[in-house]
């Protein structure tokens, strides 16, 4: 699992409330992402992060947003859940930007489902 | 499970045959490239990869071919295990200069090893 911890592993909300899914990493590793994945979607970019309090975003961001404030911590926060926001989120982490000769290492994901 | 198993292709094999997995890319300027394993109810979980400059690589019972002229990738398992039943995708580097957000994901296949 490569010290990757997601918390918690299984949630159910309600539309309209805020949500936050918590990554741990042990490894020490510079670059963190989130990803989301979806039936008949491969896995897409939410947002990544090359250091603390360094962040972009991915593919589809909009209605996420992100903070690193350490190196072993990266928190993906849902400010208002949506239906469409049910997903399994997974956090990766890279020693050097993903895709540059470096393969992304993924936790076990967080279920989230949104009444 | 938390897979994408629903939509994906299959791909059923004998057990102690050899599996072959295909993937066709979309850049021809990809330089890097990934093969991953996903189990139900976990996260992507490496299992090789490849550069351009190369068009083989091995591991252990493991294959990748990249075919950069018709951009075809392929992920060989030798004498196939009931533990490699799951699904497989493969991932390329299409930003060209780093980045996480230059990984795309291919939707997978699911592979059944029958005994």
């Known amino acids: 699992d490569a010290g990757i911890t997601q918390s918690p592993r299984h949630k159910v909300t309600e539309t309209g409330t805020p949500v936050t899914l918590r990554c741990h990493q042990t490894?020490?590793?510079?670059?963190m992402y989130w990803y989301r994945q979806d039936p008949g979607h491969g896995l897409r970019l939410i947002h990544y992060s090359y250091g603390v309090k360094d962040t972009d975003k991915g593919e589809v961001s909009d209605g996420y947003s992100v903070s690193r404030s350490k190196t072993e911590d990266f928190l993906l926060t849902l400010e208002s859940a949506t239906s469409s926001q049910t997903s399994v989120y997974f956090c990766a982490i890279s020693e050097r930007a993903g895709g540059t000769n470096s393969p992304l290492h993924f936790g076990n994901g967080t279920r989230l489902t949104v009444t | 499970g938390e897979n994408v198993g629903l939509h994906l292709p299959t791909l059923s094999v004998q057990e102690g045959d050899n599996s072959i997995i295909n993937c066709a890319y979309s850049?021809?300027?990809?330089?890097?490239f990934i093969w991953y394993k996903q189990e139900s109810g976990k996260g992507p979980q490496f299992i090789i990869d490849i550069r351009s400059n190369m068009d083989k690589r091995q591991g252990q019972r493991v294959t990748v071919l990249l075919n950069k002229t018709v951009k075809h990738l392929s992920l060989q398992i030798a004498a196939t295990q009931p533990g490699d039943s799951a699904v497989y995708f493969c991932?390329?580097?299409?930003?060209?200069?780093?980045?996480?957000?230059?990984?795309?994901f291919g939707k997978g296949t699911h592979l059944i090893i029958q005994p």
């Open positions: 490894e020490n590793h510079r670059y």
């Open positions: 850049n021809s300027a990809s330089d890097y």
């Open positions: 991932a390329e580097n299409i930003g060209g200069g780093g980045g996480a957000d230059g990984l795309t």
